[in-house]
């Protein structure tokens, strides 16, 4: 079965710095989905990618696919307290069937 | 925008007690999921389901049920809650399959004394 290893597993950083998750797919990837969560919270939907050298970006966080679809990265450009949170990468385990696995999470923690 | 709304934010239950955990989504969609959250583990996915009445267990089935009687309700069943059920419970919605993923409800924190 497919399984997700995200790096770090937790990311403490002064606030104005840039900084960068990794998630680690054992398989291609058919879809790779980025989310936040706050602590105690659910999760919000961040980006999504599918195609191998996929990038895209909202405001200050741009996610990558790489051309071998099996490893996408998450990178927070000058990062403000409103970032802390917990980041997920999740992908389809099937292939399109719509049933997310999860990596662990990585924790932020922006220090003003 | 969909919302995924669970009843509860906090439960606590006793050992014994049978729970419901309820998850309603006001748009339409065909699949809802059930996943746990513990620290260290990630999220895992308890049971799913595709359609009206029909559900396939997920990884780690084992002491629940679920019911999916109308399209927009999935409730999660512990039958004979634990100590090891204690856990935060997210819901999440879906209509196409790689298109946005999931939408989450704001998770259910259960706690069992």
């Known amino acids: 079965s497919q399984e997700l290893e995200q790096s770090p597993q937790s990311l403490i950083v002064q606030e104005g710095k840039n900084l960068t998750i990794n998630c680690t797919s054992s398989?291609?990837?058919?879809?790779l989905y980025w989310y936040k969560q706050k602590y105690g919270e659910g999760l919000i939907f961040l980006m999504m990618l599918q195609k191998g050298g996929e990038e895209k970006s909202h405001e200050k966080i741009t996610a990558k696919l790489d051309e071998k679809k099996q490893q996408s990265s998450l990178h927070i450009t000058a990062s403000q307290p409103s970032h802390a949170g917990i980041y997920l990468c999740?992908?389809?385990?099937?292939?399109?069937?719509?049933?997310?696995?999860f990596g662990q999470g990585t924790t932020l923690q922006v220090k003003p | 925008d969909v919302k995924v709304t669970q009843s509860s934010r906090y439960l606590v239950k006793r050992t014994g007690e049978k729970v419901f955990l309820e998850c309603v989504q006001d748009m339409d969609h065909e699949n809802m999921f059930w996943y746990r959250q513990d620290p260290g583990l990630g999220l895992r996915l308890i049971y799913f389901s595709y359609d009206v009445k029909m559900k396939e267990k997920g990884d780690i089935p084992e002491g629940y049920s679920v019911s999916r009687e109308k399209k927009e309700r999935f409730s999660l069943i512990l039958e004979s809650a634990s100590t090891n059920q204690t856990s935060m419970y997210l819901c999440?919605?879906?209509?196409?399959?790689?298109?946005?993923?999931?939408?989450f409800g704001s998770g259910t924190r259960l706690t069992v004394v």
């Open positions: 999740g992908a389809d385990g099937s292939g399109n069937t719509g049933k997310l696995i």
């Open positions: 398989k291609t990837l058919y879809g």
């Open positions: 999440a919605s879906s209509s196409i399959p790689g298109q946005k993923g999931y939408t």
